[in-house]
C-alpha cells in the first residue's frame, strides 16, 4: 500500500464513525484551484446520500490525481462531510545558476513545466534528469544538478536550479579493430562519434566530441556502410568506451569482421497482383545485375516501386525487400514483393491551420477532392503548390486510413506572415543610404489577392507604386492584375521621370506552367541634364527625348520549387518580351528572362545545405533609338553585388551612363542554417556578370560575399557584404546591400 493511501485510512479511520448515517452537507475548506461545483461532481456522493466508506476513499483519490494537492483529510460534524485541502505552492519564479542566459531560454524548454504551474516533487526530480541528459548531449559528463526551493508565503515558491557542469569527453583515439578493406573514415562516415582530428575545430573538422547518447546506434551505422559497399557478411561489435577522467578523453574501439564484398546476381520483382507491367518497375531501379550490393541503393529501389504502383491509387501498397545470399560466388539475388492492396479513394479533404486564409484558397491548390482516386503525384504536387504559395510557413498532407479503400487527408498549415512593412536599401559610395519602404501582403484578408505600395527613397531615387494582383479570379485557373506607379531617378547626369499604368492577365496552363499577357503605357521625361549630357545629347537626341511609350508584353513561366521563401529543390524560369509600339513614340522589342535552380543537400549529407544557380538575361531584339531610361544596367542586388546599382555599363569619354542593350548576370549561391530555430541562414556567393551594346562582353565584373539570410516575422530580411574580384577605372562599388521581402 501507498504512503498516500496509508495516510487516508489512518485519517478517515480516525476522524470519521463507521456507523452509517444520513449525509446533511458537503463543505471544502482551503480549495482555490477547483470550484465547489466541480468537487461536488468529483466526490461521486450528494447530499442525502447514506455514508459510505469506500466513496470517501475514492474521492480524496480523485482529488489528488489532479496534482494540486500536498495533504487531504476528511473530518465529519453533525452530518456534514467536511475535506480539508492542503493545495501544492505555485512556482513564481525559475532561477538558473551556473548557465549562461543564452543557454537558460533553451533549458526552459527541457523542464516539462513553466512559470506559474504546480510544484511538483516528481516533476522536478524528472527535470533535473532531463537537464543532465541535455547537458550530456553537448559531451559534458558528471554533471550535478540541485535545487533549491524558497517558499514565498504559503502559496508560492521560487525554485533555483544550481547547475555544475562536468568536463567534456573527447575521443582522442579510435580503434577499427578487424577493418582492413574500407578505409577508417569512410567507416565513420555516418557515426556520431569519431576521432578527434587536427585542428579540430575548424568548419569541417571532427572535435571529437563524445556523444553518448548517440554512442549504442554508431555500431548500426559502420555496419550499414558497410552495407553499402557490398559487405553483406560484415559484422559490427558493440562499442567498448574507455575513458580516463584526469584528460577527459576517451579511446574507442569497435570489433569489426568484414568478409568478401557482393555483386548482385539478379533482381526479381513479384507482384501479388499485377496492377502494373513488370518493365514499368523494373525501369525505375537503379541497382541492377552485376553491379556491387548497397543496401542504401536497395532502399531508394524499394522506395521507388512503391511510389509507381501508389500514383495507380493504391495507396497502401506494401514493397518487401529480400535477398538471398550465394556465399560461394559472393552474389545476391534481390527479391521485391509487391502487395498493392485495393485502390484507395479520396473520403474527405480536412483542413485546419488556416485562421486567416480561406479554405477555397487553400482548396484549389490540393490536386484531390473527395470521391478523387488517390495519386502520390497529386499529393506532392499538393504540398509543393501549398508551399509556393508564400502564404505558409509549412504545410503538411497526412494520410488517415479508414478502410483498406478509403482514406482522409488531413491538411495542416502554419500561416506566414504574408503581409510585411517592407524596409530595404543599401550603402555605396556613390550616394550612401537607399531606403526602400513598402506596404505589401500577398494574401489580403486571407483571400489570396496581392496588394502592393511601395516607396523607394534615396537622395538619388523615389518611387512609388500601387499594385493589385488576383492571381486566380474567381478561383479559377486566370489572373488579372494592375498597377499604378510614378519614379523619379537622378541618374550620374540626367533625371528621370515616369508615370504610367499597367493592366495584366493571365492563366495557368499546368501545375508548374502559366503564361500571361500585359499592356503598359507609361511617360518618360528627362531634366536636369549635366553639361556632359547635353554634350551627347547633342549628337544622339534620342537618348535623352521626352517620349511615351505603349507596350504589350506576352510572358511564360515555370516553377515546379517546393517552397516560396526558402525552395530546396526545383527550378523557377520565366522569359517575357515587351514590344513596345503603337500609339507611343518608343519602338523596341525587349526580352528579358530569369533562371532559378535549386538543389538541397540534406537527404545526401543530412545537413540543410542549399545550392543554388540563378541566372538573368536582357537583350533587345531591335537596338536603334532606345531612351536611356529603358537600356539595360548592372550592378547591385539582383546582378552583380559589390558595385553600385546601376553604376556598370557602356560610358561615354565624358564618363556619361549611356546604358546598354545586352546583359547576363549569374549567381552561384551555398547556403547553411545559421540559428535553424530563428530560421536564419549563411550564404557565401560568386556574382559574375556581363553587359555591352555591340558585344555582351564589352564590360564584365565579377564579385564575392557572404550574407544572412533571416525569414523575420516581418518577412525576409537579407544582408550581404561583397567585394569586388577586380575593379576598373571609374567603378563604384558597394561594400553592403540590404533588402526586405523577396524571396532568397
Do not use: C
Not at 550535478?144 to 521560487?158: C, F, L, M, N, Q
Not at 575521443?171 to 582530428?197: C, F, P, R, W
Not at 546582378?639 to 546583359?663: A, C, E, H, P, W
Request: aromatic share 12%.
Amino acid at each position: 500500500m501507498s504512503v498516500k493511501k496509508i495516510a487516508i485510512s489512518v485519517a478517515l479511520s480516525i476522524a470519521l464513525s463507521a456507523s452509517a448515517f444520513t449525509i446533511k452537507d458537503i463543505k471544502y475548506d482551503g480549495l482555490s484551484r477547483i470550484s465547489a461545483n466541480v468537487a461536488d461532481e468529483m466526490v461521486g456522493y450528494s447530499r442525502g446520500d447514506n455514508f459510505d466508506y469506500d466513496k470517501i476513499g475514492k474521492s480524496i483519490l480523485s482529488f489528488y490525481s489532479q496534482g494540486y494537492f500536498e495533504d487531504i483529510w476528511v473530518e465529519e460534524k453533525n452530518g456534514t462531510i467536511i475535506y480539508h485541502f492542503k493545495e501544492k505552492p505555485v512556482i513564481s519564479k525559475i532561477e538558473f545558476v551556473g548557465y549562461s542566459d543564452t543557454e537558460t531560454e533553451k533549458m526552459l524548454g527541457e523542464l516539462g513545466f513553466k512559470k506559474g504551474d504546480v510544484y511538483d516533487e516528481e516533476k522536478i526530480e524528472k527535470s533535473k534528469r532531463a537537464i543532465i541528459k541535455k547537458i550530456q548531449e553537448d559531451s559534458y559528463f558528471n554533471t550535478v544538478v540541485e535545487t533549491d526551493r524558497k517558499d514565498i508565503g504559503d502559496s508560492a515558491v521560487e525554485l533555483t536550479y544550481v547547475i555544475n557542469k562536468g568536463d567534456k569527453i573527447y575521443i582522442d583515439k579510435l580503434y577499427t579493430v578487424g577493418a582492413s578493406k574500407l578505409k577508417q573514415d569512410k567507416i565513420m562516415s555516418q557515426a556520431a562519434n569519431k576521432e578527434k582530428e587536427f585542428m579540430g575545430w575548424l568548419w569541417g573538422r571532427n572535435d571529437g566530441k563524445l556523444h553518448l547518447e548517440e554512442l549504442e546506434y554508431d555500431s548500426s551505422r559502420i555496419k550499414d556502410i558497410y552495407m553499402q559497399n557490398g559487405y553483406l557478411d560484415a559484422t559490427v561489435s558493440k562499442a567498448f568506451l574507455k575513458t580516463d577522467f584526469n584528460s577527459d578523453t576517451s579511446e574507442l574501439w569497435y570489433d569489426i569482421k568484414e568478409g568478401e564484398p557482393y555483386s548482385v546476381k539478379s533482381v526479381k520483382i513479384i507482384q501479388k497482383n499485377n496492377v502494373i507491367d513488370d518493365k514499368e518497375l523494373y525501369e525505375v531501379i537503379k541497382l541492377r545485375a552485376n553491379a556491387t550490393f548497397n543496401i542504401d541503393k536497395m532502399r531508394k529501389d524499394l522506395d521507388k516501386i512503391k511510389n509507381k504502383v501508389a500514383d495507380l491509387g493504391y495507396a497502401f501498397t506494401k514493397v518487401t525487400p529480400d535477398f538471398v545470399k550465394d556465399e560461394k560466388t559472393h552474389s545476391a539475388e534481390i527479391i521485391y514483393t509487391v502487395d498493392p492492396g485495393d485502390k484507395v479513394y479520396i473520403n474527405d479533404v480536412l483542413i485546419s491551420g488556416n485562421s486567416r486564409t480561406l479554405d477555397s484558397v487553400v482548396r484549389r491548390e490540393i490536386f484531390l477532392a473527395p470521391g478523387d482516386l488517390y495519386s502520390l503525384t497529386d499529393m506532392q504536387d499538393s504540398k509543393n503548390g501549398l508551399k509556393r504559395t508564400g502564404y505558409f510557413d509549412d504545410a503538411t498532407i497526412d494520410e488517415k486510413r479508414l478502410t483498406s479503400d478509403k482514406m482522409d487527408l488531413i491538411v495542416k498549415l502554419k500561416e506566414a506572415p504574408t503581409g510585411n512593412i517592407m524596409v530595404g536599401g543599401g550603402y555605396g559610395s556613390y550616394d550612401g543610404l537607399m531606403i526602400n519602404t513598402g506596404i505589401n501582403d500577398k494574401n489580403v484578408f486571407g483571400s489570396g489577392l496581392a496588394l502592393g505600395f511601395n516607396v523607394n527613397l534615396s537622395k538619388m531615387q523615389t518611387d512609388f507604386d500601387l499594385s493589385l494582383t488576383n492571381p486566380r479570379f474567381r478561383d479559377s485557373q486566370y489572373s488579372l492584375g494592375g498597377d499604378l506607379f510614378s519614379r523619379m531617378f537622378i541618374a550620374y547626369d540626367y533625371t528621370q521621370n515616369t508615370t504610367g499604368v499597367g493592366l495584366s492577365t493571365g492563366k495557368q496552363l499546368t501545375r508548374t506552367t502559366a503564361i500571361s499577357m500585359g499592356y503598359q503605357y507609361a511617360t518618360i521625361k528627362y531634366s536636369a541634364l549635366s553639361p556632359n549630357a547635353l554634350a551627347v545629347a547633342a549628337t544622339n537626341p534620342a537618348l535623352y527625348t521626352n517620349t511615351s511609350k505603349s507596350s504589350v508584353i506576352p510572358a511564360i513561366s515555370f516553377d515546379n520549387t517546393d517552397d516560396y521563401y526558402v525552395p530546396r529543390h526545383g527550378i523557377a524560369t520565366g522569359t517575357s518580351l515587351e514590344v513596345a509600339g503603337a500609339g507611343a513614340q518608343e519602338k523596341f522589342v525587349k526580352s528579358y528572362s530569369t533562371f532559378s535552380y535549386f538543389y538541397g543537400l540534406e537527404e545526401l549529407t543530412n545537413w540543410d545545405a542549399i545550392f543554388r544557380y540563378k541566372a538573368r538575361l536582357g537583350w533587345f531584339v531591335n537596338s536603334n533609338n532606345i531612351s536611356i531610361g529603358e537600356r539595360f544596367y548592372m550592378g547591385g542586388i539582383g546582378s552583380v553585388r559589390g558595385f553600385q546599382i546601376n553604376s556598370v555599363g557602356t560610358k561615354d569619354s565624358l564618363g556619361n551612363y549611356l546604358g546598354d542593350t545586352k546583359m547576363f548576370s549569374e549567381s552561384l549561391e551555398f547556403s547553411i542554417p545559421l540559428i535553424a530555430e530563428a530560421k536564419m541562414r549563411f550564404l557565401t556567393f560568386l556574382d559574375a556578370g556581363m553587359i555591352g551594346t555591340g558585344a555582351i562582353n564589352e564590360h564584365g565584373r565579377q564579385s564575392i560575399g557572404a550574407g544572412i539570410e533571416w525569414l523575420s516575422p516581418v518577412g525576409p530580411i537579407q544582408i550581404y557584404y561583397s567585394k569586388p574580384i577586380k575593379t576598373y577605372p571609374g567603378d563604384i562599388t558597394s561594400d553592403i546591400d540590404f533588402s526586405i521581402g523577396t524571396r532568397f
